[in-house]
């Protein structure tokens, strides 16, 4: 909250939705930052809290916060910038990094991109991005029923497809102040990245191209739970199931990508695309 009272752009009112905590943390926002408008959600909602706070809120320009970043004092001015000359830009993303200077975020990169009008991204770090309010009234927010994990990945496929655009400025830097513990949800990684990457390629992605995708994103997961210790084998078994009975619900909303974002999403994802699309041919 001090972050946010050091930014150089004023003109802005401050939402914090509350995914029903029970730390008090509420309680001392109220004393410290009376000012602040408390949107207090009965349950925890996950990433779509946000929506609630999007919905709140009165400006025309909308800027998400986790609660574990640190934005410098330009990072709301700079998203105005970018929203305010880009009729067509969608999803404003910042890039974030560790503390320690690592860059924190998918599997696309910083390492040949870094340049002052942002890049086209499918898939973004989601822990600040900005937007229009008018876009989130068009395309909606996060998907509810994902709760966390590749939410992001599913937002900007739908604002994408509506024809706007998705990009990470990396001159918008934002600190991911990570816990040294994480939460039981954060623990329960491959439940919620096996559930809802069934779901999404079941929505979205052209039926010959779903045997190769859950071929490689099950080859990710065993590669995850053998080698990097970050996901367990059981949280993997535990996704698929309830991934399988969403399915059918999610074919009812079908919105088939473009061969063009299929490339980009397997090569933000996995590193490569398959039939050669290259950036500069995206919508």
């Known amino acids: 909250m001090e972050k946010l009272e050091k930014q150089t752009f004023k003109d802005f009112e401050t939402l914090v939705v509350d995914n029903a905590s029970t730390d008090g943390s509420v309680a001392l926002i109220v004393k410290k930052f009376p000012k602040v408008k408390i949107v207090a959600l009965q349950k925890n909602h996950g990433k779509s809290g946000f929506n609630h706070g999007m919905r709140e809120a009165q ?26 000359h880009d009729e067509q830009l969608g999803l404003a993303c910042a890039a974030l990094f560790f503390e320690d200077g690592r860059f924190y975020g998918p599997a696309y990169n910083l390492r040949k991109k870094l340049k002052d009008g ?17 876009t989130f009234e068009k395309v909606g927010g996060y998907e509810k029923r994902y709760f966390m ?10 604002v994408r497809l509506a024809g706007l655009a998705v990009r990470v400025f990396p001159q918008i830097k934002v600190i991911e102040k990570k816990a040294k513990k994480g939460s039981d949800y954060r623990s329960r990684l491959g439940f919620y990245y096996t559930r809802n990457g069934i779901c999404y390629y079941a929505r979205y992605l052209p039926f010959g191209w ?4 859950l071929k490689r994103h099950f080859g990710s997961l065993g590669y995850r739970v053998k080698k990097t210790k970050t996901i367990k084998l059981r949280h993997v078994f535990l996704g698929i199931l309830p991934g399988l009975w ?9 919105t088939v990508l473009p061969t063009n974002l299929v490339d980009e999403l397997e090569r933000e994802t996995y590193g490569k695309s398959r ?7 995206s919508p």
Do not use: I, M
Request: charged share 25%; glycine share 8%.
């Open 149 to 158: 994990y590749l939410s992001e990945l599913e937002w900007a496929t739908r």
């Open 210 to 213: 779903l045997f190769f995708f």
């Open 246 to 254: 969403w399915a059918p619900e999610f074919l009812k909303q079908r």
């Open 59 to 84: 400006g025309e320009y909308l800027v998400l916060f986790d609660s574990d970043v640190l934005p410098d004092k330009n990072v709301v001015a700079k998203y105005v910038e970018k929203l305010k």
């Open 118 to 134: 942002g890049f086209q991204v499918l898939h973004f770090a989601g822990g600040s991005v900005a937007l229009r309010k008018k």
């Open 275 to 281: 039939s050669g699309w290259r950036e500069g041919n």
